[in-house]
């Protein structure tokens, strides 16, 4: 029997397999960038935006979309229109060495 330790490692540690196991790939890659580990490569949008009258969906309902409606191209890529509505700085793992 796991410990709760082992439990809690093993959850940060894996990475999810394909829900539809690979029937449906965008679908299986915009439900992986869901779950993704690191909140950066998340979906940073999910709402919409009004500009000038054009309805615009953005991040994760625009791809829902596109892919529910099989509106996607061989290129398709996936939280390509997804941008944050906020600046923010991006994280790095780098030592500061003798600064």
Known sequence: MESAL???AGHRAQVPFPP?????ALL???VLQLLEKAPD???QTGTSQMNQANFQAKG???D???IGEGKTSPNFVVGQVDQSARFKF???NC???GL
Not at 20 to 24: M, R, S, Y
């Open 28 to 30: 299986d890659q915009l």
């Open 95 to 97: 030592a500061l060495g």
């Open 60 to 62: 994760l309902i625009h």
């Open 41 to 43: 490569s998340r979906y």
């Open 6 to 8: 082992e439990i809690s």
């Open 20 to 24: 539809t196991a690979g029937k449906h």
């Open 90 to 92: 991006p994280r790095r």
């Open 64 to 66: 829902l979309r596109a």
